[in-house]
């Protein structure tokens, strides 16, 4: 269940950032804006943006949900 | 000539974004006192976990803030102005005018950190009575005097 929630949200992150990439692309060529620099900053942020993710998942598996709350 | 905001626009709204940023580090710091409550065994794993989420959700808002910092441009040519803002992630707005349409120039200098990192906003008023206004940008005169010196030489060669 887990895997199935992360790879959702993953697929929502990279598909947002894919579309940024896509459209910062196209208007700089579009407008002929210095070329490249916005594309190389959002493949910064999506390798960025992936390595937070994938730390974030695996700190989540570890957390025991069911003891994580002390009764006294 | 394409001309953005001065990169000082930016530089103070990342650095409000990593102010918010250090928010998860208080989490660690009162990691003691959270250990009476959650089971220490999973308690560096949560923090963690908020760490990175809220993380990452800052670097989403800075994503979405270069992204309109950079993509707001103005394009000056000799013949026009080209002025584009963006708006949001795929909302933008690009007007023009002709440079043999000015009419007049003013630069505004915002008080004292524009004045020392030299960035202000120009106002152009063209013939047909609209205004328009680039702002925070750089080397104001340099901007002011080119479009200026393009406006000479349309109204030169202009056969009306």
Redesign the interface.
Known sequence: MISIIATILFAL?AGF?T??VW??TW?EEE????HE??VH??IV?IA??SI??A??LW??I????D????IP | MTIHKHWFVFFTRMTALLSVGVVPLFGFLFAPELALVINPDSLWYLLLFFAMIWWLALLFIFFIEWLDYWLDAWIITDQRVIDIEQKSLFRREVSEFVIARIQDIKIETPGFIGTVLKFGNIRIQTAGEESFTIETVPHLNEIKNLIMSFAHRGAMTDPD
């Open positions: 992150f950032y579309l940024g459209m910062a208007q407008l002929s804006l210095s620099k916005a900053m959002n942020i960025l943006s937070l993710f730390i974030a700190a989540f570890k957390i025991d949900w003891t994580l709350f002390l």
